[in-house]
């Protein structure tokens, strides 16, 4: 659960003509928008339509392979820069 004002968007469309259906929900990203001067919760979902295949969605945001492959980028070069270690994902 998140105390900030949920970002999204309700994807009816997708539902209704890509067959949208959500795999697995990993919570919530608490992003701070300056523009907005608050802080917002996104929910974030492993999806898949009919119309894109699988992706991966951060709120009102649809995220697809060159997508995720350019965050993974940017995560990587965040580990190194901090030297923060990734977390390892045990089943």
Do not use: C
């Amino acid at each position: 659960m998140t105390a900030f004002e949920i970002l999204d968007a309700p994807r009816g469309y997708a539902n209704r003509e890509h067959q949208r259906v959500i795999l697995d929900f990993h919570g919530h990203i608490e992003a701070y928008i300056d523009e907005m001067d608050s802080w917002v919760a996104m929910p974030v979902r492993l999806v898949h339509t009919a119309a894109g295949g699988f992706g991966i969605e951060v709120g009102p945001y649809t995220l697809d392979i060159a997508d995720i492959r350019l965050m993974e980028a940017a995560i990587a070069s965040y580990y190194q820069a901090t030297g923060n270690p990734p977390l390892k994902v045990v089943d």
